[in-house]
C-alpha cells in the first residue's frame, strides 16, 4: 500500500489525493470489523460518525518487515497483549 496519492474514503475527491500533507492512512474499528481508510484531516470525524466509528488509529509502516503485514497500528501490539 502506497503512503501517498490515496482516494479518501469519504469524499472519494479523485483530483485532491491523501498526501503525508493534507490527511492520513488509519485503522478504524467499527461496527463491521477493522479495515484501513485514507482520510484527509478535515473528512475524518464526518466519515468515524457516518460509518459508527468506534476508534481511529494512525497506520504506521513498519521498517523491519517486507511481508504482506508490513503496516500496523499503535495499538496493535496492545491489542495483542491484551487478547493472549
Same mark, same amino acid.
Given at each position: 500500500?502506497?503512503?501517498?496519492?490515496?482516494? /479518501?474514503? +469519504? /469524499? &472519494?475527491?479523485?483530483?485532491?489525493?491523501?498526501?503525508?500533507?493534507?490527511?492520513?492512512?488509519?485503522?478504524?474499528s467499527t461496527? +463491521?470489523?477493522?479495515?484501513?481508510?485514507a482520510?484527509?484531516?478535515? /473528512?475524518?470525524?464526518?466519515?468515524?460518525?457516518?460509518?459508527? /466509528?468506534?476508534?481511529?488509529?494512525?497506520?504506521?509502516?513498519?521498517?523491519?518487515?517486507? +511481508?504482506?503485514?508490513?503496516?500496523?497500528?499503535?495499538?496493535?501490539?496492545?491489542r495483542?497483549?491484551? &487478547?493472549?
Open positions: 500500500m502506497p503512503t501517498f496519492g490515496l482516494i /479518501c474514503s +469519504h /469524499c &472519494n475527491d479523485a483530483a485532491d489525493a491523501v498526501t503525508p500533507f493534507n490527511g492520513k492512512s488509519l485503522l478504524a461496527s +463491521h470489523g477493522e479495515i484501513i481508510v482520510l484527509h484531516n478535515r /473528512c475524518e470525524g464526518t466519515w468515524a460518525d457516518k460509518n459508527d /466509528c468506534r476508534t481511529l488509529v494512525l497506520l504506521r509502516k513498519v521498517r523491519h518487515s517486507s +511481508h504482506f503485514g508490513a503496516f500496523t497500528s499503535g495499538a496493535e501490539s496492545e495483542r497483549r491484551i &487478547n493472549r
